[in-house]
């Protein structure tokens, strides 16, 4: 693979936010009287909010809107964003690949404020070239749109910029795209090469 630059989920990829998301889901639903205890740690792993709203309407009160319940679910990670742990090698893979002058960028299914939030607890912002949120796409992954606005930003076709993912949500996305993947925590597949650690990255940029 001839790779220039590297995109970067971040949430299950570069820090283990899946705790503290569903922490926030419950604790911004609770300030409703909303109790969701009773879902899974990973219900909505990999899954964006919007679509998360559209399954949890139903248990939500009726004259609660979106906005207003994703603020609050948001304002909660980000005020307890110093809780956050990387994932093992995350933080030194991408300065290593800074070294070596690799443009990096994180393409995450999060809110803006979400993603800020996690590059700002990993200290890695300065790293990156720039980030594309779920506020700044049409539509989220696993559509092709995320990861087709990254490489158009960095003036690069797909196919010299590895993704590097956690899900199969992410996974289809950046496939979709044309971009080869490199999935964490996955055996290889259909146009994807799985890996098991983050530092395997530096061994394919």
């Known amino acids: 693979m001839n790779i220039r630059a590297i995109a970067w989920d971040v949430d299950g990829t570069l820090v283990d936010s899946e705790p503290l998301h569903h922490r926030a889901l419950l604790a911004g639903s609770a300030l409703y009287g909303v109790d ?27 004259m609660l809107g979106e906005a207003e319940w994703l603020d609050a679910i948001n304002r909660h990670y980000v005020a307890h964003r110093h809780e956050l742990v990387a ?11 800074a070294a070596r002058g690799v443009p990096q960028v994180c393409v995450s299914n999060s809110a803006r404020m979400i993603v800020d939030a996690n590059l700002d607890a990993l200290s890695v912002a ?14 989220g992954k696993p559509d092709p749109w995320p990861y087709a606005a990254a490489c158009d930003r960095l003036g690069l076709p797909p196919a010299s910029v590895l993704a590097v993912e956690d899900s199969r949500t992410g996974i289809a996305s950046a496939v979709a795209a044309g971009l080869p993947c490199a999935a964490l925590g996955f055996t290889s597949g259909p146009g994807y090469r799985g890996i098991s650690g983050l530092e395997e990255v530096l061994a394919l940029a």
């Open 36 to 62: 969701l205890s009773d879902l899974p740690d990973q219900a909505f792993r990999g899954v964006h909010m919007g679509n998360v709203w559209t399954i949890l309407r139903p248990r939500l009160p009726a």
């Open 87 to 97: 994932m093992p090698q995350a933080v030194a893979t991408i300065r290593a690949l």
């Open 126 to 139: 300065s790293d990156m070239a720039f980030s594309i949120s779920l506020d700044d796409v049409e539509k």
